[in-house]
């Protein structure tokens, strides 16, 4: 079966802007969670999301966010893009979280620069 | 915030060799996964040791957790060239109906031909 999709694979934009990335998660998987990967402080989680509604929020500011829809896919937010935003962004689905430990399957991620 | 911290920060072995790789954690976890990514692409989930469990093997893969010293290590058997990867450790905790995982800072493993 397809694995998660995520889409653009690579981004440019200019500080100040705003960016929109997007994951589609494995076919059967509800719920959505998004980490970002620097080189200084590794991998980070932002949020999650289970049947449209975010179940789970990480340590960031609020120029960044999300949302779910009814078909599972997800959407992530920065606005007001700031250089530190560069990062790679992850996506991961799974089934349900919290019930049967079955672990997380990422996507290949979006590798976003500010400049 | 890292939980995890993986033990070395980088590792060179010969292939063939076995790689053995140590993580550690602080608080208490449902359960520990270890992943691995090559050269900046996604995260590829290798495998999931629960908390109520000590030992657990796949393929050439074995990992052990220790609750009572919150540590986990990950051991490669006959390392190949393509085992050269990043690899995470990752502790899954339950808080409810919320559930994140927080990832060490990697270990970078080099298998030379």
Known sequence: ?????????????????????????????RSVSWYQQTP???????FEYFSETQR??????????GRQFSNSRSEMNVST??????????CASSLVPGQGDYGYTFGSG???TVV | SQQGEEDPQALSIQEGENATMNCSYKTSINNLQWYRQNSGRGLVHLILIRSNEREKHSGRLRVTLDTS????SLLITASRAADTASYF??????????SKLTFGKGITLSVRP
């Open chain 1, 1 to 29: 079966k397809a694995g998660v999709t995520q889409t653009p694979r690579y981004l440019i934009k200019t500080r100040g802007q705003q960016v929109t990335l997007s994951c589609s998660p494995i076919s059967g998987h």
């Open chain 1, 40 to 46: 200084g402080q590794g991998l980070q989680f932002l």
């Open chain 1, 56 to 65: 789970n929020k990480g340590n960031f500011p609020g120029r960044f966010s």
């Open chain 1, 81 to 90: 893009l700031e250089l530190g935003d560069s990062a790679l962004y992850l």
């Open chain 1, 110 to 112: 979006t590798r976003l």
């Open chain 2, 69 to 72: 010293k919150k540590s986990s």
């Open chain 2, 89 to 98: 450790c990752a502790t899954e905790s339950h808080t409810g109906a919320n």
